[in-house]
């Protein structure tokens, strides 16, 4: 909670410098800076100001914009608290583009209560639930990281070709959870393996030894966590670990964060996991400059909140306005093919092609392509605990 007050009067103390100049643009950065995954949010964050910070000093945004980011704490997990956050945002602050939420279903409730009543643009970096695929969303909704319907398929290969052939899951009781648990699920048994059992798990609990006890009873080689990694998901993997019902652990996105290291070491060598990633790109600069502010940049999404932050600047460039009715059609157009490839640290150059009239095809820190409704096509990195340290060992 401290560093999120900080990180807010910082912004504040950038509001009120900005709000004489009529050429700053305000977007939105709405987080979960307090809930579940708020270890992974200031890096997600850093990785969003980066962008704009990058434009700004660019003087190349419509005439020489400068763009000034507005923090809002999504919670991860609370949609009233995250729709007026947002709400604030929109009517209050008064920004032209949102990038986030984070978590899929604070997210879904933005969309539908703040975004579509509002025509407001919003590019999450890591809401990742199926469902939000069919929401409606009037061209206004688009994410960087890929639907979980991907990462489910991902994470049944990945076991398949361990020799892992069944396995227990356990999810958080949300969209995010059983999204991901109901597409692992299909593909897994698809692929021929075996799910013994699925229990959700509430999150805040202080003992998850109930739980724990009904996943092992019905066994299984490894046990499937689709949790948080600030929240219920480390409070599952202890109880496991201690009551010896299960050592090897498969850790989707949301339970992939330097927390994790932190919190078991080696104790789950072994253990794998996926997020979001791909060798076509490279966010090591993204990463790099927001380590270099002090934050802790090892965890997963801080090249696609930069990706997101800069699709919204691009895609106003493209359309001479910064009014999300003009620019939303942009931001597909601006991400995909034909065009120059555009890559981290070249945002400038981005937008001076687009101010002559040419085309760009913004590869960003995540190899960035967009495909239907504002969907991200995008790979994964596969994760082995090694040492106690979380390794990429593959690309898919």
Known sequence: MKKFLMASAATALMAGGAMADDHAVKLGIILGFTGPIESLTPAMAGGAELAMSEVSESGKLLGGKTVMPVRAD??????????????????????????????????????SNVALANGTVMISPSATSPALSAAEDNGLFFRTAPSDARQGQVLADVLMEKGISEVAVTYTNNDYGKGLADSFAAAYAAAGGTVTTT??????????????????????????????????????????????AFDTF??????????????????????????PGSDAADASMVVEKVAATGVDASGPYVGESYDAAALIMLAMQAAGSVEPGDYKSKVEMVANAPGEKIYPGELAKGL???????????????????????????????????????????YR
Do not use: W
Request: some cysteine; overall charge negative; proline content about 3%.
């Open 74 to 111: 999504s919670t991860c997990i609370d949609s009233g608290a995250a729709t007026a956050a947002a709400e604030r945002l929109v009517t209050s602050d008064g920004v032209k583009g949102i990038m986030g939420a984070d978590c899929s279903g604070v997210t879904g409730a933005i969309l």
């Open 250 to 275: 498969v850790l989707p996105d949301g339970m992939i964060g330097p927390n994790l290291e932190t919190t078991f070491g080696d104790e789950i060598e072994g253990s794998i996991g996926t997020a």
């Open 352 to 394: 001076e092609i687009l101010a002559a009239g040419g085309d760009i095809d913004y590869v960003g820190a995540t190899a960035v392509e967009l495909i239907g409704p504002g969907e991200a096509a995008g790979g994964y990195r596969e994760i082995e605990v090694q040492g106690g340290k979380l390794e990429t060992v593959k």
């Open 199 to 244: 229990t959700a798990h509430e999150d805040g609990k202080a003992d998850y030894s109930a739980e724990v006890g009904a996943l092992a009873s019905a066994g299984g080689d490894a046990l499937v966590v689709a949790g948080y990694v600030d929240q219920g998901g480390p409070g599952v993997i202890r109880a496991a670990l201690d009551t010896g």
